[in-house]
Nanobody, 127 residues
Framework: QLRLVESGGGLVQPGESLRLSCVVS????????IGWFRQAPGKEREGISC????????GYPDSVKGRFTVSRDNAKNTMYLQMNSLKPEDTGTYFC????????????????????WGQGTQVTVSS
């Protein structure tokens, strides 16, 4: 059974860092596209970055560019989101996702591109 479980969220002060992890079970992650998304209260779920099975990345929105990095460790069936220099506007629920994109193909980093989701982990940035 496909399952994605995020961890690593919490309460931090502005300027601090967090690393979120997402352990995937039930599939071989190497065959799947992965993505990280976030959702602030009252807002739409926003794609942070997505990576195809071939390693191509969709890049990052300006709001997190240079501060966030998405990576994957296929050997551990795990994906990561490294977040540095956190800001209060980064507060939200963070989700990981896996998708059955054609091998190596890059899709838009949007919610409909993924069929499997984790339950989310809360990140709060506040002084």
């Amino acid at each position: 059974q496909l399952r994605l479980v995020e961890s690593g969220g919490g309460l931090v002060q502005p300027g601090e860092s967090l690393r979120l992890s997402c352990v995937v079970s039930g599939i071989t992650l190497d065959d799947y596209a992965i993505g990280w998304f976030r959702q602030a209260p009252g807002k739409e779920r926003e794609g942070i970055s997505c990576i195809s099975s071939g390693g191509d990345s969709t890049g990052y929105p300006d709001s997190v560019k240079g501060r966030f990095t998405v990576s994957r460790d296929n050997a551990k069936n795990t994906m990561y989101l490294q977040m540095n220099s956190l800001k209060p506007e980064d507060t939200g629920t963070y989700f990981c996702a896996a998708g059955t994109w054609a091998r190596g193909k890059l899709h838009p980093c949007v919610r409909p591109s993924f069929g499997a989701w984790g339950q989310g982990t809360q990140v709060t940035v506040s002084s």
